[in-house]
T-cell receptor, first 114, second 115 residues
């Protein structure tokens, strides 16, 4: 089965610019996650979707970050405007259902903000 | 929120040696998981533990879910060069509350294996 697909793999922008990341989860997986991983740290959950509804976005900086999963499949994470501290790898993951801790991760999108 | 303390932060070992790392939390988790991350890749699940006291093996890997539900450890026996990477523990809460299903990760243990 195909894994979690993410794009772009790398993005370099200047501060105050905007960026968007795309994720296509494993087919049939109801739960989709966006994690932020800063260099040298473990992944930190930004937002969790169950189908197309938001389950948890308590750690999403909502003044600049937004995410959507309109049809319960693909998802987009947007940052506008970007700050230097947003430089990180943005990981998308999916699981069959909310109860399952067995997350399948994509390769990540590495963002550098100059 | 929940925080996981993972130790050691890094390990340098010789090929063939055994490795042990652990994770502790101030919170109780219903599920403990161990992931491995290679450079430029996303984390990959190694072992999942669902019951307090559970001991589970996956090849040369063995992990245990602590009785108090606040800790877990991972052992790797007879290490080989491809074991190099970053190992993350993760805890998941059970049903009830807005954090249901949320996975919290530790800071990671960087493993280097010298041939």
């Amino acid at each position: 089965e195909a894994g979690v697909a993410q794009s772009p793999r790398y993005k370099i922008i200047e501060k105050r610019q905007s960026v968007a990341f795309w994720c296509n989860p494993i087919s049939g997986h109801a739960t989709l996650y966006w994690y932020q991983q800063i260099l040298g740290q473990g992944p930190k959950l930004l937002i969790q979707f169950q189908n197309n509804g938001v389950v948890d976005d308590s750690q999403l900086p909502k003044d600049r970050f937004s995410a959507e999963r309109l049809k319960g499949v693909d998802s987009t994470l947007k940052i506008q405007p970007a700050k230097l501290e947003d430089s990180a790898v943005y990981l998308c993951a999916s699981s069959r259902h909310r109860e399952a801790g067995e997350l399948f991760f994509g390769e990540g999108s590495r963002l550098t903000v100059l | 929120g929940q925080q996981l303390n993972q130790s050691p932060q890094s390990m340098f070992i010789q090929e063939g040696e055994d490795v042990s790392m652990n994770c502790t939390s101030s919170s109780i988790f219903n599920t403990w998981l161990w992931y491995k991350q290679d450079p430029g890749e996303g984390p990959v699940l190694l072992i999942a533990l669902y019951k307090a006291g559970e001991l589970t093996s996956n090849g040369r890997l063995t992990a245990q879910f602590g009785i108090t539900r606040k800790d877990s450890f991972l052992n790797i026996s007879a290490s080989i060069p491809s074991d190099v990477g970053i190992y993350f523990c993760a805890g998941q809460l059970g049903a009830g509350g807005t954090s249901y299903g949320k996975l919290t990760f530790g800071q990671g243990t960087i493993l280097t294996v010298h041939p």
